[in-house]
């Protein structure tokens, strides 16, 4: 077994515990590989280990992979920061974006989806901590950011996402991600039907699963120690 394989088994046991810990099962969360600083060869031995859903962050980075890898049955989740001349590759070439924070690009991963391809699946990324270096809606304008959002066509609003202020304590975790649950459970009571909660990442997932995470955000537990090349976009 590969290294990648075993750090693969191990989360998804990690997942699986976190769960359990949590009164809930496995099968009730997503989990997206995050892969972005790896390069195709280590993604394909995650989907040789049954890894399906890879996420990326870097667009140019992206669409390498993405072509190194076409004959591989993945999807693709694209979960940066979006500039508006990136719009277009994204809507061609992902099946998920995470990251919508704003209706300009909404309206252009819109007009931009082709239409062969299936509803683009959004989540909007809100800003529950109130960073003012991290992107996100704030959770003040989140409710008309989703009404707009959802009348377009080529779209599919199914959540949010967060990437709330790192911290070490359980309790602040927890309550970042229950902030964001607060909020979705807000959204569908008022008619959406959402059903995607896209939060954790390698040092937070149980406390995202414990506030009722469907998908986990995981990199480094499954790759190993990232390293960043400059100019990378």
């Not at 976190?18 to 009730?28: K, V």
């Not at 870097?58 to 979960?79: P, S, T």
């Not at 704030?138 to 009348?151: F, H, I, Q, T, Y």
Request: charged share 20%.
């Amino acid at each position: 077994m590969t290294t990648i394989a075993s750090n693969l088994q191990a989360v998804n046991a990690a997942i699986s515990e976190a769960a359990l810990s949590a009164g809930r099962t496995a099968d009730e969360i997503s989990l997206l590989a995050v892969s972005k600083t790896f390069p195709a060869d280590a993604l394909r031995e995650a989907f040789q280990a049954g890894q399906r859903r890879f996420a990326e962050s870097y667009l140019q980075e992206a669409l390498v992979k993405i072509a190194a890898l076409q004959g591989l049955a993945i999807e693709w989740h694209f979960i940066g920061p979006i500039q508006g001349n990136k719009t277009r590759q994204i809507a061609e070439n992902f099946a998920w974006v995470h990251s919508v924070d704003r209706l300009k690009i909404a309206e252009r991963l819109s007009v931009q989806r082709p239409a062969h391809l299936p509803p683009l699946q959004l989540c909007l990324q809100v800003n529950v901590s109130h960073e003012a270096s991290k992107s996100g809606v704030s959770p003040e304008g989140l409710s008309d950011l989703a009404r707009a959002v959802a009348v377009l066509p080529g779209l599919h609003l199914r959540g949010l996402m967060a990437i709330p202020a790192p911290s070490d304590e359980i309790a602040v975790q927890r309550a970042s991600f229950a902030r964001l649950n607060e909020l979705y459970r807000e959204l569908n009571l008022q008619g959406f039907q959402l059903d995607t909660l896209s939060m954790g990442m390698s040092q937070d997932f149980s406390s995202a699963i414990a506030e009722g995470a469907t998908m986990v955000r995981i990199g480094s537990a499954i790759f190993g120690k990232r390293i960043y090349q400059e100019g990378v976009v």
